[in-house]
Structures are given as C-alpha cells and as structure tokens.
C-alpha cells in the first residue's frame, strides 16, 4: 500500500531521529580555536588533533605500551632501515581506502605509496608555507631542498611530479627514502598524523586554497561539522578499514580500567559515532559543563578549579560518589615566553641586550606563579626538555629556574637600564623609554598569569604592556616575526627532545623557533646530536645546548605542565598515551548511563 507523501516524510524523520539517538557520541572541548585542517599547513596542537582523527600516518604509537613504543598503522609491517640509518623504506598495506568525497568523482580511492611521497612534497611547495619543512631539511632528504631551492629561483610552480633520488615509490605499496644526514630517530617524524598523514593529490588539486576547510584521509573520522572557532564535528568514517580493539592497559591503569580494556577486546574502531568538540576557551564555563553531564570528558581540568576537583593531588569525594574518574600525567611540553631576537628592543647578541633577557627571565617568580597561577599543576623548568623524553638530564639545573630580584636589578644597573628621569620605569641605555609588549590571549588563566608578569616587572622597574588577541592570529603574527614576546606553550610529538631543542634551530625560524634565536655554536651542538644514538653523548650534546639557551635566554622556560583529565561514569577506556592525538577512537560511552538518556 503507498502511503500519502506526508506521512512518509514522518515515517522517514522518525527513522532518522530514533537512528540518531542511537548514535554515541563522545563530547568534549577545547579550550584554544584550532586554525584548519591541512597537515601541510597547521602547527598548532589543536588542528593537528583533529587532523590526527582523519588522516593516517603510517606508523602509531602503541597506545597502552609503556615505554612508548611505535607499531604499523597503515603499513605492511614495520619501517626497513638501513645500518647507517640514511635509507628507510615502508610498504604500505593493501585495501586501504579514503574517505568517499567528490574529488573522486564517484570512484573508490585506495591509498597507495604516492600519497606518501606526495604528502612529503607538499611540506617543499613555497605555496603552502609550511610550518613543519625545518623537521624535513633537517635530514636533507636528498635532492628535495635542491628541486625547491632551483625552482623558487625561476619562480616557477612546484614540480611534484620530477624525480628526486631521496624520495620516489618503489611499486603501488612501496616509498623508499634517502637522507642526507643519518638520524637515528627521524623515523618517529612518521607517527604524526597531523604532520605526514596520508592526502591524496586528488583531493588538493580540486579544493586548491579551500583544502583547509576539506581534508579527507583513511583514519577512522571525516569532518562532519565545522563552525570555526567553534565547533568541530567528526563523523564515523564507513570506509575505514576493519581495525579492532586489541589494546593493552597502561601499567599504572586502576582495577576498573584494567577490566574495561579486558571488555572492549575484539570490538571494531572507532567505538563511537561520532565526537562533537566545542571551542569554550573560558576555564569557568568548561568546567561546569562537564559538572552538567554536558561534556563526557574534560581534557586537562582549569587550574582554576584545580583546589576543588582534586584537592592534594587527589580526586575530590563528590566527585568519586558520582562515579567520575581521574587521569593524571606529565605532558611531554614546555610552557614558555620567547623574545623576538631580531626585536630593536629585547633583541640581539650585545651583552646589554642579554643582560636585559636575562634580568627579566630572573625577575619571574615561578614559586608564585606555580602556586597561585598553576595551583600546583607544574614543575619548574631549567631547560626546555621535559620530563617525559630522552634528553632530560635530571642533574641540570640553570638560572631558568632561579628567582633573584637583587641579581637582576644589578645586572639591569651593570649594563645600563637605569632609571633616569626618575619616574620610576628603567630608560634603555641610550635614554629612549623602556617598554616591552607582551602578547597574550583572554582566558582567565592568561589574566594571572600576565598579572604575575605585571608585578614582576613592576618590581624589577621595567613597564610592561599587554596586547590580547585570538590564538590564530597571534600564531600568525609569531611566525611572520611581528610580536616582541609572546607566552605559549610547545608539545613534542615524539619521546625525544629533539623538538624541544629545535626551538633555538635557525633552520626553524619563525616555526619552533619563533624567538628567531641564530648562534652558530648552538647550531653546530644540535645538528651533532641528531645524527648519534640515544646515550651518554647524545644527552651531553644535548645538555650543552640547553645551557647556550640559557646564557642567551632568547626564552623564558616557565614550567613543564602536570595534566589532569576527568571522565564521566558512562565513559568506558579512558586512558591517556601523551603522544596519541586521536584518542577517541579507543574510547567507548554507555549511552543509556548518561543523563541525556533518562
């Protein structure tokens, strides 16, 4: 019988709605606006997140494994590298598919080694900017700095289709690599999904300068929703491979995430549907959504609230009797102000001008600043290596971590910033005004901690003004060398401190390296170390170049952050591995426990 069109339009949206209801959907937010999605363009951690749910890189880190340790994603089987740690070859995996998208015209788009060696290339294209090239030349992938160099002289497109020695497919499965400089640990560079994930070229000829807003990968997300700034929505891809839960727990794991990691075995990736992430930068409003049962997690709880939820370190009992749980680690990052060294102002090589630095680095009190800002959530940094990577070196200690108000008036006095006219503030030694402009953003947090920095250099003489902006644009504007100073953090992607040392690499300038720091002797230290194992000579390379960015102090290192995570009752798996960005897919809710549900 044909039912009347009315009624089955009806029929139809009563499907829709009881099929949507069905749906788990993992909520949460963020609390920084992400900037796109295009892994050749994105540095900051948030995009690179949400990149890291939609493409695949061809390695991952074993999420439950600790130490951590990397495994194939897309790939046939681990990387072959050569003795002298310079030729590195991967297969990729047959029966791998895209996402569908209208760049493929209707046809079903297998990954294959091309998107590889393409998504490579693009990091070279001057037309992108990339923001990440420095971890590519860094290894001088042969040929590929040549063909970029010769082609910008001629301005001429880049050609992605000219053979290059260091870079080519060997079959339909097979890229091969050839570096320049042997680095032992480049191949964890291929574990970066938001960095080297798999694009097809497809996909970027036909959204071109829109690509940003397109991206279209293998990983087990597609982008559903998008309202920049504030609201990202990623939507179960049904092309994913059949991939299923074989994790293991973490050694420090509870008794209940033990059993609920034994309970998902087997089960097929991703465990929700679908996972909404709101962009809520106040601390306040995020923390009482997850209190309403509005949020199924919060990513690093406010420090704000940290006295309540977690007094001493410890779950607070209110929150226990609700069933809701608590995962603490150390973050593989460093929270840090950088000058801008080609600054007329706060820059440069002088003995006056790193006195200056140095006087302003002394000046912070990072006690204060931990306990009233932090709320204990921190450790003291003497370097930028954290705790959590190879190249910490437990003995180090430096001035980063020293606080002395005496010692940097004397040292302002020695070189000549001195009160002049008598108004209070320190003149430059030339005469002219001393002012330095600090760049930060809105949130509550930033507030106190630019309040800290206010009544530090008010006490040390120094007038300080403060431009707030949006994260994106401040972003821009480092990279482009437009801001004075600048307070953010940076978060390793790998467990080396590579990355961290890249922040003073010249060949990084105005990408990890936004101070635009350039010292030859420091430049000789850390190519020196990238190229030896992990062991004693390493780590002292590595030490000695810590002290360098010390005595100059083109940085500030503040403190390496201490993260708390909280789940809802209904969640099920929640762990953390600090260098797995698209955690959602091991994550499982239980819709009919949540409030929503009743």
């Given at each position: 019988?044909?039912?009347?069109?009315?009624?089955?339009a009806?029929?139809?949206?009563?499907?829709?709605?009881?099929?949507?209801?069905?749906?788990?959907?993992?909520?949460?937010?963020?609390?920084?606006?992400?900037t796109?999605?295009?892994?050749?363009?994105i540095?900051?951690?948030?995009?690179?997140?949400?990149?890291?749910?939609i493409?695949d890189?061809?390695?991952?880190?074993?999420?439950?494994?600790?130490?951590?340790?990397?495994?194939?994603?897309?790939?046939?089987?681990?990387?072959?590298?050569?003795?002298?740690?310079?030729?590195?070859?991967?297969?990729v995996?047959?029966?791998?598919?895209?996402?569908?998208?209208?760049?493929?015209?209707?046809?079903?788009?297998?990954?294959?080694?091309?998107?590889?060696?393409?998504?490579?290339?693009?990091?070279?294209?001057?037309?992108?900017k990339?923001?990440?090239?420095?971890?590519?030349?860094?290894?001088?992938?042969?040929?590929?700095s040549?063909?970029?160099?010769?082609?910008?002289?001629?301005?001429?497109?880049?050609?992605?289709?000219?053979?290059?020695?260091g870079?080519?497919?060997?079959?339909?499965?097979?890229?091969?690599?050839?570096?320049?400089?042997?680095?032992p640990?480049?191949i964890?560079?291929?574990?970066?999904?938001?960095?080297?994930?798999?694009?097809?070229?497809?996909?970027?000829?036909?959204?071109?300068?829109?690509?940003?807003?397109?991206?279209?990968?293998?990983?087990?997300?597609?982008?559903?929703?998008?309202?920049?700034?504030?609201?990202?929505?990623l939507?179960k891809?049904?092309?994913?491979?059949?991939?299923?839960?074989?994790?293991i727990?973490?050694?420090?794991?509870?008794?209940?995430?033990?059993?609920e990691?034994?309970?998902?075995?087997?089960?097929?990736?991703?465990?929700?549907?679908?996972?909404?992430?709101?962009?809520?930068?106040?601390?306040?409003?995020?923390?009482?959504?997850?209190l309403?049962?509005?949020?199924?997690?919060i990513?690093?709880?406010?420090?704000?609230?940290?006295?309540?939820?977690?007094?001493?370190?410890?779950?607070?009992?209110?929150?226990?009797?609700?069933?809701?749980?608590?995962?603490?680690?150390?973050?593989?990052?460093?929270?840090?102000?950088?000058?801008?060294?080609?600054?007329p102002?706060?820059?440069?090589?002088?003995?006056?001008?790193?006195?200056?630095?140095?006087?302003?680095?002394?000046?912070?009190?990072?006690?204060?600043?931990?306990?009233?800002?932090?709320?204990?959530?921190?450790?003291?940094s003497?370097?930028?290596?954290?705790?959590?990577?190879?190249?910490f070196?437990?003995a180090f200690?430096?001035?980063?971590?020293?606080?002395?108000?005496a010692?940097?008036?004397?040292?302002?006095?020695?070189?000549?910033?001195?009160?002049?006219?008598?108004?209070?503030?320190?003149?430059?030694?030339d005469?002219?005004?001393?002012?330095?402009?600090?760049?930060?953003?809105?949130?509550?947090?930033?507030r106190?901690?630019a309040?800290?920095?206010?009544?530090?250099?008010?006490?040390?003489?120094?007038?300080?003004t403060?431009?707030?902006?949006?994260?994106?644009e401040?972003?821009?504007?480092?990279?482009?060398?437009?801001?004075?100073?600048?307070?953010?953090?940076?978060?390793?992607?790998?467990?080396?401190?590579?990355?961290?040392l890249?922040?003073?690499?010249?060949?990084?300038?105005?990408?990890?390296?936004?101070?635009?720091?350039?010292?030859?002797?420091?430049?000789?230290?850390y190519?020196?170390?990238?190229?030896?194992?992990?062991?004693?000579?390493?780590?002292?390379?590595?030490?000695?170049?810590?002290?360098?960015?010390?005595?100059?102090?083109?940085?500030?290192?503040?403190?390496?952050?201490?993260?708390?995570?909280?789940?809802?009752?209904?969640?099920?798996?929640?762990s953390?591995?600090?260098?797995?960005?698209?955690?959602?897919?091991y994550?499982?809710?239980?819709?009919?426990?949540?409030?929503k549900?009743?």
């Amino acid at each position: 019988m044909k039912l009347p069109p009315l009624l089955t339009a009806l029929l139809l949206a009563c499907a829709l709605t009881a099929a949507q209801a069905q749906d788990k959907v993992l909520r949460y937010a963020f609390n920084v606006a992400e900037t796109g999605f295009d892994p050749a363009q994105i540095t900051d951690l948030y995009s690179k997140a949400i990149a890291a749910g939609i493409f695949d890189a061809p390695l991952e880190y074993d999420f439950g494994a600790r130490p951590f340790k990397l495994r194939p994603a897309t790939l046939a089987e681990m990387p072959e590298i050569s003795a002298d740690f310079k030729t590195i070859t991967m297969r990729v995996k047959p029966g791998i598919y895209f996402s569908d998208d209208p760049a493929f015209k209707g046809a079903r788009r297998e990954l294959t080694a091309a998107d590889y060696v393409y998504r490579i290339k693009r990091h070279y294209d001057p037309r992108w900017k990339s923001g990440n090239l420095y971890l590519l030349e860094n290894v001088k992938i042969v040929g590929l700095s040549e063909l970029r160099s010769e082609l910008m002289k001629a301005r001429k497109p880049f050609d992605y289709d000219r053979p290059v020695e260091g870079l080519k497919t060997l079959d339909r499965y097979t890229f091969q690599l050839k570096l320049g400089v042997a680095d032992p640990r480049f191949i964890y560079q291929f574990s970066d999904a938001g960095f080297l994930g798999a694009m097809a070229r497809e996909v970027v000829e036909f959204y071109g300068d829109k690509v940003m807003e397109h991206p279209v990968g293998t990983n087990a997300w597609r982008l559903g929703e998008w309202r920049r700034s504030s609201r990202v929505v990623l939507e179960k891809n049904p092309n994913f491979r059949d991939q299923r839960y074989a994790e293991i727990a973490p050694p420090d794991a509870s008794d209940k995430l033990k059993a609920e990691v034994a309970a998902l075995q087997g089960r097929k990736l991703p465990l929700v549907d679908r996972v909404e992430i709101d962009i809520i930068e106040e601390a306040q409003p995020r923390w009482l959504s997850f209190l309403r049962g509005e949020a199924d997690l919060i990513e690093e709880v406010p420090i704000d609230f940290a006295s309540v939820a977690m007094p001493g370190n410890h779950l607070a009992p209110n929150l226990a009797k609700q069933g809701i749980t608590m995962t603490r680690y150390p973050r593989a990052d460093i929270s840090l102000s950088y000058f801008n060294m080609e600054d007329p102002v706060v820059g440069g090589y002088t003995p006056e001008r790193i006195a200056l630095r140095r006087a302003i680095n002394l000046a912070v009190d990072l006690d204060k600043e931990i306990r009233l800002v932090r709320r204990g959530q921190a450790l003291k940094s003497q370097g930028p290596v954290p705790t959590t990577v190879f190249g910490f070196d437990p003995a180090f200690k430096s001035e980063m971590s020293e606080y002395g108000l005496a010692k940097a008036k004397a040292l302002l006095d020695m070189y000549g910033y001195k009160d002049v006219d008598g108004d209070g503030w320190r003149e430059q030694p030339d005469g002219k005004p001393l002012t330095i402009e600090y760049s930060t953003l809105a949130d509550g947090e930033r507030r106190q901690l630019a309040e800290q920095w206010q009544k530090n250099m008010t006490a040390l003489g120094i007038r300080m003004t403060f431009k707030i902006g949006k994260f994106p644009e401040q972003l821009k504007a480092a990279n482009a060398g437009k801001l004075q100073m600048w307070g953010v953090g940076w978060v390793g992607s790998t467990p080396d401190g590579d990355t961290f040392l890249a922040l003073g690499s010249s060949a990084a300038k105005g990408k990890a390296n936004k101070a635009r720091f350039d010292l030859p002797a420091f430049e000789a230290l850390y190519e020196k170390q990238k190229s030896l194992p992990d062991g004693p000579e390493r780590l002292a390379l590595m030490t000695e170049g810590q002290r360098l960015l010390v005595a100059y102090a083109p940085y500030k290192f503040h403190v390496h952050r201490i993260w708390t995570d909280m789940a809802q009752p209904w969640v099920r798996g929640y762990s953390r591995n600090i260098f797995v960005r698209d955690f959602w897919k091991y994550i499982d809710v239980e819709p009919a426990a949540s409030p929503k549900a009743k």
